[in-house]
């Protein structure tokens, strides 16, 4: 799946203003497969944690995994300071599913 330019510029980790662009790029050139991989690769993850659930979901995709939403959920909704952003991403990536606010 193509992201247009402007979808992958949104900033997904807030505290270190690091993007999605930039979140995949890491995970895909350095074959990175946890949330901490990322981190040192990129700093995203680094800060309040809220990205996690974002980046476990790119990272999922990457490697063609599917784990279901209520699992990232569960995993990670505790940490969502901006619940909105995940409606979007889950309704791109997993379009059978259904989102949980």
């Known amino acids: 799946m193509k992201n247009s330019a ?15 662009a930039t979140i995949r790029s890491c995970i895909a050139s350095k074959k990175l497969k946890t949330i ?5 690769a ?3 993850g ?3 944690h809220s990205c996690h659930i974002l980046i476990d979901l790119f990272i999922d995709e990457h490697l063609r995994k599917s784990t279901p939403m209520e699992n990232l959920v569960h995993a990670h909704a505790d940490k969502v300071k901006k619940r909105g952003i995940l409606g979007r991403f889950f309704k791109k990536f997993k379009p059978d599913a259904p989102v949980t606010k």
Not at 36 to 40: G, I, Q, R, S
């Open 46 to 48: 680094g800060g309040c």
């Open 42 to 44: 990129c700093e995203a």
């Open 36 to 40: 901490e991989e990322v981190t040192e």
């Open 6 to 20: 402007s979808e992958t510029d949104e900033i997904i980790c807030q505290c270190y203003q690091v993007s999605e």
